[in-house]
Each structure stands twice: as C-alpha cells, then as structure tokens.
C-alpha cells in the first residue's frame, strides 16, 4: 500500500496526519453546537410556551430572521456597540500607544509608573463598573469635584441622562482598555531593532521625523494586531453598561451582548435570541475578513 505508507514517509503528509485528530475533534465539537444554534433559531422554541422541550417547537423557517432585522431595539443596540467601538478603540490606541512610546524611555521611577498605567487591566469588569457607578452617582467623586471647583453644588445625574451616561461607560471602558494598547506596543517598542533609527540619527533626521519615516513603519503589524483585537474584543461590552446604568436610562446605553442576554434571559425568546446571535457571528466574520486582510498583505510582503 504506497499510498497509505506515503503518509508517514512524506513530510507534509506526515505533519497533516498529526493534527487530523486534533481537527476532528474540534470540527465536531464546533459543528453540532453550530448546527443546534441554527436550528433553534429557525423555531419559536420558548420553554413558557412549549413546556421547555426545544425539539417540541414548531419549525418556522427563517422567521425569526425578519423579526431580528426588523427590532428596533437590536438594531439600535447593534449601532450603539459600533458606536463606543469607534469611540473607544482609537482613544485607548492613541493613549496607549502614547503611553507606551512615553515610558519606553529611561528615566527615574519607570517601574513604578509602568506598573499603575498597567493596573486598570487587573481590574475585574465588574468591579470597574461598579466603581465607575459610584463616582457618576449624583453624591459621587465626580459631582464632588465639580462642586469644589464651581464653587457651588453640582448634582448631575450623569446616571439617568442619555448622553452622559454613554460617556460615563466610555470612560470606564477607556480607562479599563488602555493597558492593553500600552503592553502590546510598549512589547512592539521595545523589540525595535536599534540600527535604522542609530543611522537616522546619524544622518541628521529629527526626532520627530525618525519617528514618522521609521519607527512608524516598522510598528505597522504590532499597531494593526492591537487596533483589530481590541475592535473584536469591544464589540462584547456588557460588565460596564450592566453594572453603571442596566442598559438605561430606557435602552439608551444597551448594547448587543445585553439585548441578548434580556432576549435570552429574560424573555426567554430562545429561538429569536439565537437567529439574532447568527446575525451577529455571521456579520463578525464577514468584518474579522476584511480587518484581517491588511495583516495578511503585510505578511506577504514580508
């Protein structure tokens, strides 16, 4: 049997035959739960209605599917996600990045410093929020210092305004998402090779024009893999806008993770709750494509 014995004489072949069980198992494991999910959302499968057997319910086709894009409430959600996504991720990259380009130098008390711009990270979401609450609460820190520095009492209830209570969230989810800016591209920084910016100095550039011609180009992969992780990462928001303001005032700081979870959790819309999480994943993938697509022309250029 040539064939067969080529498996293991052959290297590729040989490597392919290593990992086939490793993708067996996982493409099994990942197809029977994709599977479950897509046929639940093609039924109106809710347990207060079909005595919580999911293969009692009727089969309506992709039903649900119009109902998702036609709510209101999840489309908003979806737009409002984007939204602190746009906000929030050039913010923390701009600040990290500062941070990191910042701290990369030597100077007295670096530890020390590095140590609290890495701190917030360490924080559990949850107890962020929470603290985050307490400062925007109209007797909190934040009101406080208004007062002090008005000189008279302030009493914003940045809580139940729309506007305010969004940038509360922001703030907390800029705060918190920092860090992660400034470990990537302070590791980035500092694995720079020393000649090409030595020799531009060398040759009389300013720092400001090393800097733009090269360092920036050499930072293009580490700057594109920290924008799109923390991109995919803030599109699942949910311990801040839970913790601060429960999705309110009304739904005007929801976003996608928390309608879910109401439509899930709370009304039991099981079937709708599922095509709205195929809606999402399928549209996370499409955007993962292209948002990955500079990185793979990167490396193909080496």
């Not at 009727?58 to 602190?84: C, H, K, M, Q, S």
């Not at 591209?185 to 090393?210: D, H, Q, S």
């Not at 005007?252 to 309608?259: C, P, R, Y």
């Not at 994943?281 to 990167?298: G, H, Q, S």
Request: aromatic share 16%.
């Amino acid at each position: 049997m040539p064939g067969f014995r080529d498996w293991f004489r052959v290297p590729e072949k040989f490597k392919t035959l290593l990992i086939l069980p490793v993708q067996i198992v996982m493409n099994f494991t990942a197809i029977i739960p994709f599977a479950l999910v897509w046929y639940i959302g093609m039924t109106n499968w809710s347990p207060q209605f079909v005595g919580g057997d999911w293969w009692r319910a009727d089969f309506i086709g992709p039903y649900n599917f119009v109902l998702a894009v036609r709510d209101e409430l999840f489309l908003n959600a979806i737009a409002r996600t984007l939204l602190i996504s746009a906000i929030c991720v050039p913010t923390e990259f701009l600040l990290g990045f500062t941070l990191a380009y910042v701290l990369s130098g030597n100077f007295v008390g670096k530890r020390f410093f590095t140590l609290v711009a890495v701190v917030p990270m360490m924080v559990v979401p949850a107890a962020g929020g929470w603290i985050f609450y307490l400062m925007f609460i109209e007797t909190g820190p934040v009101n406080g210092l208004l007062s002090i520095i008005s000189g008279h009492k302030v009493m914003i209830p940045f809580m139940n305004d729309p506007f305010w209570a969004m940038i509360a969230i922001m703030l907390a989810d800029i705060w918190q998402w920092t860090p992660f800016i400034f470990l990537i591209m302070t590791a980035a920084l500092l694995g720079l090779p020393p000649e090409p910016i030595n020799a531009a100095y060398v040759l009389g550039a300013t720092k400001w024009y090393t800097f733009r011609r090269v360092v920036l180009p050499m930072l293009k992969r580490p700057i594109m893999i920290a924008v799109i992780l923390r991109a995919i990462e803030s599109l699942k928001i949910f311990d801040y806008p839970y913790m601060m303001t429960r999705g309110g005032p009304g739904y005007a700081t929801q976003t996608i993770t928390m309608n879910l979870y109401e439509s899930g959790f709370k009304y039991l819309k099981y079937g709708l709750t599922n095509a709205q999480c195929l809606i999402i994943f399928i549209a996370c993938i499409i955007v993962a494509w292209y948002a990955v697509k500079p990185l793979r022309a990167a490396q193909r250029g080496g």
